[in-house]
């Protein structure tokens, strides 16, 4: 029924060009066939959670840890997560730190339990856990301003004592750290709602220990924080209605905790694998250009997060925008901050599975949390949601102008190429792509440049794709202008390859998008025909 409700709410609108969003394949019409996890051999993919097969006819069957309940397993070394309830988590003169976040943390339920906790002692038990004084003042806002008597009291006395049980029981609810997702690796990792929701309380309370950077091809790579401390300060207006939109994932699991599964995929592009582009004869792939939906809103097809290179963004500080806000709505993504390291060039993050916990409207300084929301997305036999999403970094274009190299219009073909791609397990399920803007607000990118980035890189793989260009219509009129000219004259991924050659030497006279009406594929192929000889 959940499928037919989407088919039906995609279909209801037709302010689009190209074919109808429903003749677009999505997962919801082929879902991946799985193999058991107990059969999967792929030494790259870390399960947290014993050998699991979702059954419809019994939701509530919740998966277990890899090694049990009450039986943590610690690992400290540079390929996993340093948990906060590691013994060798020390603070500087050495003393094991667990025990005295323990106290801390103890100590806040207890009031809690009373009915007496008030928000700062909040504070005081990070504060203690940490050894250090964290300012607060976009929490403060949020529980002591924002919240009524009775929301703050809820809180305080049944969402934040289940918090600190989240947090205490880590090492039962997780049996062993997370593995790290480190550059140049392909490796995944899979694990259950709720050892997402302990992991999550962990970072709200800071007790995270630092993870480590280290210093490969002579330059320093790492992880950002993922402890909420920088959430926590005052700051821009959209901090505090991020932590609601957190809180209100708190409540939910706190509530009613979900039994569902999730993974987390790094997968780096071996040279070898890179297309030879100028050689390409793949056909342009079918395509739909909408200005009224929001990537998200896509449901069934593969969901581009305009990533930046460290995944999330500035979701923990004060960043906003389509990466910030999809993360927001699904605190599970959060997650990938704490396992995943900077994406280089040829790599990219999948994350696949997390749940929508909120709604929200506005966008960027008018960001605000909206309300409650029930994802009903339909689940495949490891129990996650059949919901796909890509991080795609683009370059950040301090100087506009640089963009134009054919080096760097290479560097984000091969991303895209990156992302799009399917792995050889889901080669029978092509479900499409949804994409748009990428990289063309804060980051300078041209957006007609990446329009036809993007559209190579689908064709390539031969995906189809849904491009949303975000209630630009002058863009959904010239996209479509140019794709019909160029799919009525057979063009090819080598043709728009030869175009963005020749347009790299000569961007200064007119856009892209004029640059090839006023081209013809015939004379293109002509003219580099007789280079070529």
């Keep these: 029924m959940a499928n037919e409700d989407f088919q039906m709410d995609m279909a209801s609108d037709e302010i689009f060009h190209g074919v109808p969003l429903t003749d677009i394949p999505t997962l919801f019409q082929t879902p991946p066939v799985l193999s058991d996890m107990q059969d999967l051999d792929d030494r790259g993919h870390t399960f947290m959670i014993k050998p699991f097969k979702y059954d419809a006819s019994n939701p509530n069957l919740d998966p277990e840890p890899i090694h049990g309940m009450g039986n943590y397993h610690d690992i400290w070394d540079d390929e996993h997560v340093r948990m906060p309830c590691s013994p060798l988590h020390l603070t500087n003169d050495r003393t094991p730190r667990w025990p005295i976040i323990q ?67 880590v090492g039962n609810i997780c049996s062993q750290p997370p593995p790290l997702l480190n550059i140049k690796t392909n490796r995944t990792v899979t694990m259950s709602q709720r050892q997402a929701a302990s992991l999550l309380a962990c970072g ?114 004060e960043g906003i925008t389509q990466e910030e806000i999809r993360f927001t709505v699904c605190p599970e993504m959060l997650i990938s901050i704490l396992v995943c390291e900077v994406m280089l060039s040829h790599e990219c993050i999948l994350l696949i599975g997390c749940e929508q916990f909120t709604t929200y409207s506005g966008y960027a300084d008018t960001f605000k949390f909206k309300d409650n929301f029930i994802d009903t997305t339909p689940k495949e036999s490891w129990g996650r949601k059949l919901c796909h ?48 803007n990428w990289g063309c607000g804060a980051f300078n990118g041209d957006l007609q440049l990446k329009a036809i980035i993007q559209l190579m890189a689908a064709s390539e793989v031969g995906r ?57 594929v015939s004379s293109l192929r002509e003219a580099y025909k007789n280079d070529s000889a």
């Excluded at 002591?144 to 918090?163: E, G, H, I, V």
Aim: some cysteine; glycine content about 4%; charged content about 25%.
């Design 103 to 169: 106290s801390a943390l103890a100590e806040l339920k207890q009031k809690c339990d009373e009915k007496i906790a008030t928000v700062n002692d909040i504070k005081i038990a990070i504060d203690k856990s940490n050894g250090t004084n964290f300012e607060i003042g976009s929490l403060q806002q949020v529980l002591n301003q924002d919240y009524s008597d009775d929301q703050r009291a809820y809180f305080m006395s049944f969402t934040l004592p289940k918090m600190v049980s989240f947090a205490l029981e």
């Design 204 to 317: 709200f309370f800071c007790i995270f220990p630092h993870q480590f950077n280290r210093k490969i091809d002579n330059k320093y790579h790492g992880y950002q924080s993922f402890n909420f401390n920088h959430l926590f300060r005052r700051g821009s207006a959209c901090q505090p209605e991020k932590l609601k939109c957190i809180l209100h994932y708190f409540k939910r699991v706190s509530e009613d905790m979900p039994k569902g599964v999730f993974s987390f995929r790094r997968f780096s592009l071996p040279d070898e694998w890179i297309p030879k582009w100028k050689e390409s004869q793949a056909p342009l792939c079918k395509i739909h250009i909408r200005t009224d939906r929001s990537i998200e809103e896509m449901h069934g097809l593969l969901q581009v997060d305009f990533a930046n290179e460290y995944i999330g963004g500035g979701v923990m500080r």
């Design 389 to 436: 999403v890509v991080a795609m970094d683009a370059i950040e274009f301090k100087d506009p102008a640089t963009q134009y190299t054919f080096e760097n219009m290479r560097r984000e073909l091969i991303k895209a190429y990156t992302c799009f791609r399917i792995p050889k397990s889901m080669e029978k399920c092509m479900f499409g792509v949804a994409t748009g």
């Design 464 to 520: 189809p794709l849904v491009y949303i260009t975000w209630h630009d219509q002058t863009l959904l009129e010239s996209f479509w202008i140019v794709y019909d000219y160029l799919a009525n004259q057979q063009a090819t991924v080598k043709d728009l390859c030869i175009y963005l050659q020749l347009y790299s030497m000569n961007h200064k006279q007119s856009g892209l998008f004029d640059y090839i009406l006023n081209v013809p």
